[in-house]
Each structure stands twice: as C-alpha cells, then as structure tokens.
C-alpha cells in the first residue's frame, strides 16, 4: 500500500501485528482514531502502557493481578475446598462467567505440547504441587482442560503428579452442548457422552 | 466479565471502542500484548500517539498527510490535468493499489447525506471550486464515489456546481466486477451495465 504519511504507515504496521488484525483492518483502526478526539488515542495509549507495565501474577493462583494476591484469591467468599485447574485467564473468566462454580483457581500458563516444545516445567506446575501439598483445606481438584490431544496429556500427567496426595481429582464433563444436535456431533464426542451417560435419579 | 484486573478491565474498555471490536476480541488483543515483550506495547501506544497528534491534512487536497503538502500533491511525476474526487483516504489507497491512475486527487471528506446531517458545507467543496477556479491545468474531473445514493446526490451536486468551468467531467465505470457472475448480479448492476455497453473497436 502506498500509504499518504510515514505515521500512519508506522501505526498500521504497529496495529497489524496484533493477533487477527492485517493490513486493511488496521487502516481502517487508525483512521478512526484519527476521526475522533486526540484524547481517546491518547486514553488507548495510556490504558495499553498501564496493562502492560503495571500487572503483575498473583503469586498464588498465577492469574494477572495488580496486586502480590489476585481478587479470587484474596476474596474471603471462595470455597477454598476446591481448586480448579485451567490453562490460561481466559478459561478463569469463561468459567466465573457461568456464575457455577464459588472455588479458588491454579493457572498453568499453558499445556503440554511436545510439538510445540512446552514440557511440565515450562509450566507452574510444581507450584501447584507445591500448594496441593501445604493447603489442606484442599479437598478436591477439578481438571479444566479443552478436550485436545495436549489437553488431555496434560490432564494425564497431572493426575499422576497428583495422585499422591490422595484428594479427589475431577475432570469437567465432556458430552454434546446445550443446544446442540446429535444428527451433528462428532462420533468422538456422541460416543463419550453415550459412555458417561447420566442416570435419573 | 469479572476482570482479575483493573488494568486489563480499563484496557479492555478502551480497545473495545473502536470499531468491530468487542469485548472478548478486546481481551484476546490486551493478553496478547501481556505475553509479548514489553517493547511492543510500547511502539504500539507510539505509534498511535505520533499518527494522532503529528498527523496534519494536505492543503491542497485534505488527504492525512505528514506536512503541509502530501506526498502526491507534491510528487513531481503526477499529471496535473486531472483530478479524482473520492470520499476520504481509504478510496485513495485502493486506487492507488491500481497503479491505474497518475494524477492528483481531491478528498470531500464525507458524502452528502441528508440523513447523517452531512450537508455540502461540511464536506471539502468550497476548496474544491477555488481549486478548480484557479490551477488551469486542470483538463478532466473524474467523480470516484461510491454507487450509493448519497453517492450519487454527492455526484449530482458536484456535476452542478463544476459545469460553470467547462471542464471534462466524468464518472467511473459501473458494470459487473470482473470474475463476477452475471446471474448473482443485481438488477441494477446489470441494467446499467447493459445501457453503458462499451463497443469493440
């Protein structure tokens, strides 16, 4: 593209390397900008500046803080019976989305993937090991991990990391989704939900 | 969303203004900024920051420019017999892409639409008369906007208000996009089209 001005042309460049944004919605990020009020970009700048610098990890649950101890961790309303493992802070924020589920969390800031050369240490999980180890409040372990071949590696490796400790280890249930159709769910899927079928009580 | 931070929250917010971006695509672009060296967020917040507040508009043909002239009008190698109007800077840039047309260009800044509350004295038409008026260079005017109807109300003014200079005045060409399919072409297009057949030579 043969952009009108050196400025624009640097900040699009900036903007396209942002996960999912190319060339054209980049342009059309910085025109915007420059339709509107100086101070929103400078509010843009100052906000991303200030996430960048300013969070830190809660040194217990590894989630993104502005504190040493994340607000779930230090909340004194969260079941502390229950540590549910996840991958990364999206996952804490699609499950306190559901409104389910009151325990306290453990990032691991990853999965295991040979492929992609992330093994168990590249991970916090002797943390993890650590905190099951001098926390017995904790009575039950929930895996949260998506239903991948890296996924369920990870789950396989944490439980036999876990196993010693004798707490009860879980894993969220895997089965069609609300809503869904049988006529179009995969076999893998239809299949385990037929083996973990639920009984009436 | 239960933010585990106030700083993302704010981020969040603010990257979730502009446009086609929401909330979660918002929190994917701030994560992937806390995973990334902390320089990148830092050019990223430049760069906007220079573009927004070092950025001016050509005098000549209001295009963003980075001085008093922008780089086309004050380009030596453009021919300055003809001068495109287009809507803003981005249709600047697709016909530029086409390496199709070398000469000056004339952004209106907008279209008219009554609608909107965009009138002719809100858009960049009084300097395009004394433009006109004053560089006899001048030879054609070709009207680039959109086939739209405020499109073609903008074009109809135009083509009232530039008659008195007697010069060429033209439109671009409507018909079917190539590679397009007659039978998914709208009446319209393809009515046009037909009364604007080209004849081979």
Known sequence: MNFPSKLIEEAV?????LPGIGKKSALRLALHLLKRDESQTQLLADALISMRTK?????KCHNISDD???????????DISVLCIVEDTRDVLAIENTAQYRGLYHI??????????????????????????????????????SPTMEGDTTAFYLQKRLKPFNKKISTIARGIPIGGDLEYADEVTLGRSITSRIAYE
Chains 1, 2 share one sequence.
């Open 68 to 78: 040493e101890l994340c607000l779930i961790c230090s909340s004194p309303r969260r």
């Open 108 to 145: 691991l800031g990853g999965i295991i993937s040979p492929l992609a050369g992330i093994g168990p240490n590249d991970l916090n999980i002797e943390s993890l090991i650590k905190r099951v180890e001098q926390e017995p409040d904790i009575q039950e372990i929930i895996l949260a991990l």
């Open 13 to 17: 460049i900036e903007i396209s390397k």
């Open 55 to 59: 969070t830190t990890f809660c040194k």
